[in-house]
């Protein structure tokens, strides 16, 4: 072996020392995490505080083009960032030791310190990642040792100062560490599997009041169904691990600028009356003609009766609601304090307790305005505040502190070619709790036809509408637009989401044989 052949070698071992190093570390540290504290470990701490210091134009492009998949994209990235990182961090420890290790040491202080600053964090919290990192240190210490040797002097030519046997040693029982690390931790992660359990076993109370029966769907394969699926829902948050929240240990506190604050449990909350009511929730991040939005038969308690029992002072205009991982919401107290409109704390989602992805046990929602303002999952305290003190999660990443549904229409039929002659044209419309009075389409820039709306049960649902229209072979485009209940027509005007909501009109293009 020539000498810069065996340079090479050893440059290729030293930075797969450094991923090995850094892999075991990280996975030393979801170990120490699932003991310690599951939102503690490097990688879910890190990519949190990444998420939360990411813009909303990097939000809004992730959620675009990656949908649900955001979160994993994330993680893949920043897999490949520490993998270079780490590789890095080996090829400096070889040639300019204890740099690699300093490198390794700088990273675990950071992952540290960024675990410690989450929002529901303790000291303890820096465990994970300085274990890790210490393992990490001392991988690679042992493994690039064992690539510096001095070759002896009576050695043959292709010694090439490596201890090959020494140096597959230390690789093979750090590449063991990891896999035992990550199938302990798998084994530790029982919080999950008991909040899980807590669910399964949950008999929620029978409303006190029951929401209308929901309308018929229209007989249009291919519409979206009046009440969204539970597990067709769109899910949209910033929680890189979902937070698991046993019932028992829940509360929410209701606090801030009020006379009477207090702190309501679990079974106080199973205790109250509770209610039923249909409601579209939408995200703000919605495209014209996306779907980042459904509709569920939602089971709560009144918002309105807690903020009375707390009695908000003279001058509180905002309601901040808090989840157990830091995201906050900033709510207009008059819209949760109005006696007409139905804002929920709710444990119930189409008859079966709300989801752990939904925000299990309990999650606000508010009609008429989109979820970053108001649907705050995982719901642990209600601060009655003003918008001049304090603001929701959002709102100083770009996005506007109020949110009210702008009145928007979706083409879901047809969305593929069609025979030529009589085409039906359906989807849906919303402008929740102002409601829609019509919806018209139109072929090809021509007249505006109305269309048949179906039934529904109130103002804050979307709904379903269709029409038959003739359409001749070839290329035709079909536009959209509403109006709500109050006359008010929907723009054409575009806007993109941030920072209050897209608008313009939904066209599809068809092809018609
Ligand atoms: N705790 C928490 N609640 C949250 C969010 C979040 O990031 N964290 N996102 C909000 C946003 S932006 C939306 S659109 C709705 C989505 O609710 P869903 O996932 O149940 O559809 O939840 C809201 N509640
Ligand atoms: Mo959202």
Known sequence: MTEETASHTTAWAAALAGVLAGTAGLAVAELVAAVVAPGASTLFAGGAAVIDAAPPWLKDFAVESFGTADKAVLLGSMGVVLALGAAAAGLLELRRPPWGAGLFGLVGIVGALIAILRPDATATWAVPSLVGIATSILVLRLAIRRLRLRPAPDAPEDAAGMDRRGFLLVAGAA????????????????????????????????????????????????????????????????????????????????????????????????????????????????????????????LGHPIRNLLERARPRAGADMVLSRSSDGFTAGTPLEVLRDPARASLLAIGMNGAPLPVIHGFPARLVVPGLYGYVSATKWVTSLKVTTF?????????RGWSALGPIKVQSRIDVPRGPVSAGAVTVAGVAWAQHTGIGGVEVRADSGAWVPTRLADTVGPDTWRQWSVSLPLDRGEHTLEVRATDAEGRVQTDAKAPPAPDGATGWHRVSVVAR
């Not at 769109?234 to 600028?257: C, E, F, K, N």
């Not at 001049?388 to 100083?396: I, K, L």
Request: one cysteine or more; glycine letters at 6%; aromatic letters at 6%.
């Open 388 to 396: 001049a003190e304090d603001q929701g999660y959002w709102t100083p």
């Open 175 to 298: 590449a063991g560490t990891t896999v035992l690390a990550l199938a302990g931790a798998r084994l530790l992660s029982a919080g999950a599997t008991a909040v899980k359990a807590a669910r399964e076993t949950l008999r929620l109370p029978a409303p006190r009041t029951l929401a209308p029966p929901a309308p018929a769907d229209p007989p249009i394969a291919g519409l979206t169904p009046y009440v969204t699926p539970t597990a067709d829902f769109y899910r949209i948050d910033t929680a890189l691990r979902i937070p698991q929240l046993d019932p028992a240990d829940w509360s929410l506190r209701v606090h801030g600028m009020v006379d009477a604050p207090f702190t309501l449990t679990w079974d106080e909350l199973l205790a109250l009356p509770l209610e039923e009511h249909h409601a579209t929730l939408a995200c703000v991040s919605n495209e014209v003609g996306g779907d980042l939005i459904g509709n569920a038969l939602w």
